[in-house]
């Protein structure tokens, strides 16, 4: 049986202790280097706000951090962030809020670099065998619009089918061992440097039973981590 239940649990209790914010990561020199990007217009005035949802009953209660994002003015691209996370991550919050007998759980860990706001949620029902998810809301200040999957795949010289065989080749040297069975490609964002980095949820057979994980595939630096003591993904800056 997988062994998700048990990670839950313990994302629940440290997760009461954690502050959302960047997390450290060591990388490699790679001899990219990019142009630092001057913002001017209504994306420079781009941030992120978090809201706490801890609706429900006693213990039983939410323990989600809910990111919105914000501009001086009108922005199309932050409008349908907004409502992707309306139906990505409040919808859940608010189906667990309305049951007796379970809740949900989100992790928002914000990432700003010279050209990107961004907000990577890692999130899930408390009681459930499907363990967590990602989702990431990227946010290109200079051109104001959304990035995207394909943009970032763009970025690091990638298709999607080398995604994937760089993660099979980094899951053979770095995983948790067993056999990969499955892997999807749950979101991205960038790091200082301008190159992406990937969340990915990968099913694993470990001889005994399958299990279920997510982890940070960092091209740039061809490393592969796994999901932190924290319960989110670990964000290298």
């Known amino acids: 049986m997988k062994r998700i239940v048990a990670l839950l649990l313990s994302i629940i209790i440290i997760f009461s202790l954690s502050a959302c914010g960047k997390t450290e990561g060591e990388t490699k020199e790679t001899g990219k280097t990019t142009e630092p990007v001057e913002v ?83 999130y899930g029902n408390a009681l459930s065998l499907d363990g967590l998810n990602v989702s990431t809301y990227v946010y290109d200040k200079s051109l104001d619009t959304e990035a995207t999957l394909t943009d970032a795949l763009n970025a690091a010289e990638l298709t999607d089918a080398s995604l994937k065989l760089l ?7 770095e995983g948790p061992g067993g056999e990969l069975k499955n892997m999807d490609v749950e979101g991205f964002s960038f790091t200082g440097s301008g190159y992406p980095q990937f969340f990915v949820k990968i099913t694993f057979d470990t001889g005994e039973d399958e299990q279920v994980e997510l982890i940070t595939v960092v091209p740039e630096t061809d490393s592969l981590d796994q999901v932190n003591d924290a319960g989110s993904v670990l964000v290298k800056e």
């Open 40 to 122: 001017t217009g209504i994306g420079a005035t781009a941030k992120v706000e978090l809201t706490d949802d801890n609706r429900g009953t006693g213990t039983l209660a939410n323990k989600a951090q809910i990111p919105n994002f914000s501009v001086d003015g009108d922005s199309a691209a932050i409008t349908a962030i907004n409502d992707r996370i309306k139906t990505e991550i409040i919808t859940l919050c608010d189906a667990a809020a309305a049951e007796p007998l379970q809740f949900a759980i989100a992790m928002t860990q914000v990432v700003e670099t010279d050209r990107y706001l961004q907000a990577v949620v890692t």
């Open 167 to 173: 993660i099979k080749d980094l899951y053979g040297e």
